[in-house]
């Protein structure tokens, strides 16, 4: 199958698409722009910038990728946006180029759900097999974790970190590190339990649902502070490989600032 592109859509001749590619009417590529095979881009998107998009993903109407990044220290540099295979980006998602604090990349994994209207600022760094819903906002620099699922009209502060197999709930304001395997939600989000959806349905073993189950405990309700918790869960033979995640990333998130371990990382 050739490529397929819409007698009104605007290619800039400069434009690497791969075979098998198809274009909607209105759509408008830039010069910088690399497309894989199998893409789908229906009517009236916009790549602009240095854009890389992978294979046999499906880009909706109105979405724009590769804007400039809404930063004002941005200072005009070739930044990029590369997205992986297999993603499906719903209509009016907008996902900004890297900016130069870090290292000029958003990048956005494969398998991905993004859902109408959310955005994806610059620096984000997505993992892959993600659910964003609907109007959810994430600030530069964030950080979304494998197999993370974040609900509809979220807003994710800058420098947070979505950890993987985590849950947050609709209308949540996450201005903390979200740990992975928890459920959180409120405003603020706060770990209000494992997420027991996910990790049911990725086929966890029962021993390490129990075993998370039980550090939520003793770290969210008991609260008996991560070394303790870490000394009751090694006695109850609950130091499980991902339990030792958890504990990890919570450490992590505790030797940074407000709540975010990656804050240290902030440039200005």
């Not at 909607?24 to 894989?36: A, L, M, S, Y």
């Not at 909706?60 to 990029?80: F, K, L, R």
């Not at 964030?142 to 509809?152: E, F, K, L, P």
């Not at 339990?193 to 939520?216: G, M, P, Y």
């Amino acid at each position: 199958m050739a490529t397929s592109i819409a007698n009104t859509a605007w290619i800039d001749p400069r434009a690497e698409l791969d075979e098998e590619v198809e274009v909607g009417p209105f759509t408008t590529i830039g010069p910088h722009v690399k497309i894989g095979a199998g893409t789908k881009i229906m009517n009236s998107v916009t790549l602009m910038g240095h854009v890389t998009i992978g294979r046999d993903n499906v880009i909706y109407p109105h979405a724009v990728i590769g804007g400039e990044p809404q930063d004002i220290s941005y200072a005009g540099t070739d930044t990029q946006v590369i997205v992986g295979d297999n993603n499906i980006i719903r209509e009016n998602v907008t996902i900004n180029r890297g900016s130069e604090k870090e290292d000029g990349i958003t990048r956005i994994g494969s398998n991905n759900f993004l859902m109408a209207g959310m955005h994806v600022a610059h620096d984000c760094k997505l993992g892959s097999h993600i659910i964003i819903a609907n109007g959810t906002m994430l600030g530069g620099h964030v950080h979304v974790d494998d197999h993370a699922s974040i609900s509809g009209g979220v807003a994710v502060h800058h420098y947070t970190t979505i950890g993987s197999f985590s849950f947050v709930g609709g209308l949540s304001r996450v201005l903390h590190d979200v740990p992975p395997y928890m459920l959180c939600e409120g405003l603020p989000a706060r770990p209000r339990c494992i997420n027991i959806v996910a990790l049911k349905r990725n086929n966890f073993d029962s021993a390490v649902i129990d075993a998370l189950a039980e550090a939520h405990r003793l770290l969210y309700r008991s609260k008996i502070g991560l070394d303790a918790a870490r000394e009751v869960l090694r006695g109850n033979d609950h130091l499980l490989p991902q339990v030792n995640h958890l504990l990890g990333f919570i450490e992590g998130q505790q030797e940074g600032r407000h709540g975010r371990g990656r804050e240290v990382r902030r440039a200005a």
